[in-house]
């Protein structure tokens, strides 16, 4: 990897058939600051980790643009620190997909077009004991925000706007805090085996519940916060007993 580089104030374009505009093969905190990011026919941006490198790069006060492909416009596998700041990221299918590694996502909007997109995915926890992060950010799609089989996630100051899915979807999450955000979805929240969920200072609308959580799911905190859902129940809690041996 390439380590400690700055890319100011420039285009940079794909040549589609999967191809990224800008890829991160491993490297060390690089700076891309200043960009418009766009790819015809694969991601915009492409990370991951060369010989367990990739950590503390960042992408600020861009635009990230993918028109095509199946991937999401930035797309990152095991990039630790990485931070996108400041910055508009849209495609079709998707906006951001991460799997391992440690993200942080400040004052940016996020948003994906096609039925059953999902503007923010992320999947696995970081190797270093930190917690991804969707501060001052706007993320809008048919599924805002999907998360799942990690440790550690917050959302502050957020607003978060699913089309016809969840808002906001915890799978398999231990340890999460939304605070002072707004969340909005045929089901704003749905927690699902995930545990040590709080919500402080927020706002929870559904058009089906505004609240929903499943067996396996346990430690929810609500403080301060206003749940509701416009035709059923505004929270609604599954309890199963164990199936018989």
């Not at 699902?192 to 067996?215: K, P």
Request: charged share 15%; glycine share 12%.
């Amino acid at each position: 990897g390439s380590h400690y580089n700055s890319v100011l104030r420039s285009t940079v374009t794909g040549q589609g058939g999967g191809c990224a505009a800008l890829k991160i093969f491993g490297g060390t905190e690089n700076l891309f600051d200043q960009l418009y990011l766009w790819s015809p026919g694969g991601p915009a941006v492409w990370g991951d980790t060369f010989m367990g490198q990739n950590l503390g790069n960042s992408v600020r006060r861009s635009t990230a643009v993918s028109s095509g492909g199946m991937e999401p416009a930035i797309f990152l596998q095991y990039a630790e620190r990485f931070i996108l700041a400041d910055s508009w990221v849209d495609a079709p299918n998707g906006a951001l997909g991460a799997s391992g590694g440690w993200l942080s996502v400040i004052r940016s909007t996020l948003t994906a077009g096609q039925p059953g997109a999902t503007a923010l995915s992320k999947d696995q926890s970081s190797s270093f004991d930190e917690h991804d992060l969707v501060s001052r950010s706007y993320l809008r799609a048919s599924i805002a925000a999907a998360i799942s089989n990690l440790s550690g996630f917050e959302v502050s100051e957020s607003t978060l706007v699913a089309s016809d899915g969840p808002g906001l979807s915890l799978i398999a999450v231990d340890s999460a805090t939304v605070s002072d955000s707004l969340i909005r979805g045929s089901t704003a929240a749905l927690i699902d085996q995930s545990s040590n969920v709080a919500w402080r200072l927020a706002r929870l609308t559904g058009t089906a519940a505004g609240l929903f959580t499943t067996e396996g799911s346990g430690s929810l905190t609500l403080a301060s916060t206003t749940v509701g859902a416009d035709t059923k129940e505004a929270v609604s809690i599954e309890l199963r007993a164990p199936a018989p041996h």
